[in-house]
Protein backbone atom coordinates (compact mmCIF):
# COMPACT_ATOMS: atom_id res chain seq x y z
CA UNK A 1 0.00 0.00 0.00
CA UNK A 2 1.14 3.54 -0.92
CA UNK A 3 2.62 5.23 1.94
CA UNK A 4 0.91 8.33 1.46
CA UNK A 5 -2.38 6.45 1.92
CA UNK A 6 -0.94 4.29 4.96
CA UNK A 7 -0.10 7.90 6.50
CA UNK A 8 -3.44 9.97 5.43
CA UNK A 9 -5.30 6.96 8.11
CA UNK A 10 -3.21 7.88 10.93
CA UNK A 11 -3.31 11.94 10.46
CA UNK A 12 -7.29 11.13 10.25
CA UNK A 13 -6.76 9.64 13.21
CA UNK A 14 -5.30 12.03 14.95
CA UNK A 15 -6.95 14.82 13.30
CA UNK A 16 -10.31 13.14 14.95
CA UNK A 17 -8.63 13.22 18.71
CA UNK A 18 -7.53 16.84 17.98
CA UNK A 19 -11.35 18.12 17.07
CA UNK A 20 -12.22 16.28 19.83
CA UNK A 21 -9.97 17.97 22.06
CA UNK A 22 -10.76 21.27 19.96
CA UNK A 23 -7.08 21.41 19.46
CA UNK A 24 -6.22 21.39 16.01
CA UNK A 25 -4.52 24.59 15.20
CA UNK A 26 -2.00 23.70 17.94
CA UNK A 27 -1.80 19.76 17.05
CA UNK A 28 -1.15 21.14 13.25
CA UNK A 29 1.51 23.31 14.38
CA UNK A 30 3.44 20.63 17.12
CA UNK A 31 3.03 17.42 14.34
CA UNK A 32 4.63 19.49 11.82
CA UNK A 33 7.37 20.77 14.42
CA UNK A 34 7.99 16.99 15.85
CA UNK A 35 7.70 15.70 11.56
CA UNK A 36 11.07 18.09 10.64
CA UNK A 37 12.99 17.39 14.06
CA UNK A 38 12.28 13.78 13.77
CA UNK A 39 13.04 13.58 10.02
CA UNK A 40 15.47 16.05 9.92
CA UNK A 41 18.04 14.60 7.24
CA UNK A 42 18.42 11.46 5.33
CA UNK A 43 19.82 9.75 7.99
CA UNK A 44 17.17 10.14 10.45
CA UNK A 45 14.44 9.11 7.96
CA UNK A 46 17.03 6.26 7.55
CA UNK A 47 16.90 5.55 11.40
CA UNK A 48 13.70 5.30 11.46
CA UNK A 49 12.45 3.43 8.29
CA UNK A 50 15.21 0.44 9.21
CA UNK A 51 14.07 -2.84 10.56
CA UNK A 52 17.23 -3.74 11.56
CA UNK A 53 17.11 -1.20 14.37
CA UNK A 54 15.58 -2.37 17.72
CA UNK A 55 12.58 -0.66 18.73
CA UNK A 56 14.31 0.05 21.98
CA UNK A 57 16.89 2.56 20.49
CA UNK A 58 14.40 4.02 18.63
CA UNK A 59 12.30 4.34 21.85
CA UNK A 60 15.20 6.24 23.39
CA UNK A 61 15.51 8.89 20.74
CA UNK A 62 11.96 9.10 20.63
CA UNK A 63 11.92 9.75 23.98
CA UNK A 64 14.95 12.51 23.51
CA UNK A 65 12.78 14.35 20.82
CA UNK A 66 9.79 14.20 22.96
CA UNK A 67 11.73 15.95 25.81
CA UNK A 68 13.56 18.09 23.98
CA UNK A 69 10.74 19.57 22.27
CA UNK A 70 8.25 19.51 25.29
CA UNK A 71 5.57 16.87 23.43
CA UNK A 72 3.02 15.76 25.92
CA UNK A 73 -0.45 14.69 25.53
CA UNK A 74 -2.16 13.45 22.64
CA UNK A 75 0.64 14.37 20.26
CA UNK A 76 2.89 12.72 22.41
CA UNK A 77 0.63 9.38 22.37
CA UNK A 78 0.07 9.50 18.53
CA UNK A 79 3.64 9.74 17.85
CA UNK A 80 4.32 6.74 20.23
CA UNK A 81 1.56 5.29 18.71
CA UNK A 82 3.68 5.03 15.15
CA UNK A 83 6.63 3.97 16.72
CA UNK A 84 5.14 0.96 17.94
CA UNK A 85 3.09 0.38 14.65
CA UNK A 86 5.86 0.93 13.02
CA UNK A 87 4.94 3.69 10.83
CA UNK A 88 7.45 6.42 12.48
CA UNK A 89 9.09 6.54 9.37
CA UNK A 90 5.74 8.30 7.84
CA UNK A 91 5.69 10.93 10.02
CA UNK A 92 6.39 13.98 7.35
CA UNK A 93 3.31 12.42 5.82
CA UNK A 94 1.40 11.72 8.12
CA UNK A 95 1.73 15.74 8.61
CA UNK A 96 1.36 16.80 5.10
CA UNK A 97 -1.82 14.82 5.22
CA UNK A 98 -3.04 15.99 9.11
CA UNK A 99 -2.21 19.84 7.87
CA UNK A 100 -4.58 19.29 4.55
CA UNK A 101 -7.42 18.24 6.85
CA UNK A 102 -6.69 20.85 9.13
CA UNK A 103 -6.53 23.36 6.65
CA UNK A 104 -9.78 22.15 4.91
CA UNK A 105 -11.80 22.02 8.93
CA UNK A 106 -10.40 25.26 9.42
CA UNK A 107 -11.37 27.01 6.39
CA UNK A 108 -8.03 28.14 5.50
CA UNK A 109 -6.03 28.26 2.42
CA UNK A 110 -2.33 28.53 2.11
CA UNK A 111 -1.48 30.74 -1.21
CA UNK A 112 2.77 30.72 -2.38
CA UNK A 113 3.23 34.21 -3.78
CA UNK A 114 5.85 34.67 -6.14
CA UNK A 115 6.56 38.18 -7.07
CA UNK A 116 10.01 39.91 -9.15
CA UNK A 117 9.46 42.49 -6.21
CA UNK A 118 8.48 42.48 -2.89
CA UNK A 119 4.65 43.60 -2.80
CA UNK A 120 3.64 46.72 0.16
CA UNK A 121 1.18 46.21 2.49
CA UNK A 122 -1.34 47.70 0.79
CA UNK A 123 -0.60 45.34 -2.43
CA UNK A 124 -0.30 42.35 -0.16
CA UNK A 125 -4.16 42.98 1.67
CA UNK A 126 -5.61 43.73 -1.63
CA UNK A 127 -4.60 39.96 -2.90
CA UNK A 128 -5.31 38.43 0.25
CA UNK A 129 -8.80 40.09 0.11
CA UNK A 130 -9.55 39.10 -3.64
CA UNK A 131 -8.65 35.84 -3.03
CA UNK A 132 -10.35 35.40 0.27
CA UNK A 133 -13.78 36.57 -2.18
CA UNK A 134 -12.81 34.17 -4.48
CA UNK A 135 -12.32 31.16 -2.20
CA UNK A 136 -14.39 32.02 0.30
CA UNK A 137 -11.90 30.77 2.85
CA UNK A 138 -9.07 32.85 4.85
CA UNK A 139 -6.26 32.73 2.52
CA UNK A 140 -2.65 32.64 4.36
CA UNK A 141 0.09 33.96 1.92
CA UNK A 142 3.42 32.57 1.50
CA UNK A 143 5.55 35.22 -0.24
CA UNK A 144 8.44 34.28 -2.38
CA UNK A 145 10.55 36.75 -4.32
CA UNK A 146 11.77 35.39 -8.10
CA UNK A 147 13.20 37.90 -10.23
CA UNK A 148 13.18 35.69 -12.78
CA UNK A 149 9.84 36.17 -13.51
CA UNK A 150 10.10 39.43 -14.61
CA UNK A 151 6.73 41.22 -13.09
CA UNK A 152 3.52 40.37 -12.65
CA UNK A 153 2.54 37.45 -10.25
CA UNK A 154 2.19 33.28 -10.23
CA UNK A 155 -0.35 32.39 -7.97
CA UNK A 156 -0.61 28.54 -6.16
CA UNK A 157 -3.56 27.67 -4.63
CA UNK A 158 -3.11 23.99 -3.20
CA UNK A 159 -2.50 22.02 -6.47
CA UNK A 160 -3.61 25.03 -9.06
CA UNK A 161 -1.27 27.00 -10.47
CA UNK A 162 -2.40 30.80 -11.80
CA UNK A 163 0.53 32.31 -14.09
CA UNK A 164 0.21 35.75 -14.04
CA UNK A 165 3.85 36.74 -14.69
CA UNK A 166 5.52 38.88 -17.45
CA UNK A 167 7.87 35.52 -18.06
CA UNK A 168 4.69 32.97 -18.12
CA UNK A 169 3.16 35.35 -20.89
CA UNK A 170 6.15 35.19 -23.10
CA UNK A 171 7.11 31.57 -22.74
CA UNK A 172 3.32 31.11 -24.11
CA UNK A 173 3.45 33.93 -26.63
CA UNK A 174 6.76 31.98 -27.97
CA UNK A 175 4.87 28.29 -27.96
CA UNK A 176 2.16 30.33 -29.88
CA UNK A 177 4.47 31.21 -32.19
CA UNK A 178 6.12 28.39 -32.91
CA UNK A 179 3.00 26.56 -33.75
Known amino acids: MDEEIIASRYARAIFDIAVDGDDVEEMD ?4 RAARAAAGDRELERFWASPIIEKSRKREVLNRVIESMGISGSLE ?3 R ?3 EKERFYLLKYVARSFHTLAQEYLNLA ?3 LTTARPLSAEEMEE ?3 GLQKKTGKTIVIEQERDPSILGGIILRIENTVFDGSVRGRL ?3 ARGLAG
Not at 29 to 32: E, K
Open 81 to 83: FLL
Open 127 to 129: VQQ
Open 110 to 112: TVK
Open 77 to 79: AAL
Open 171 to 173: ERL
Open 29 to 32: RALD
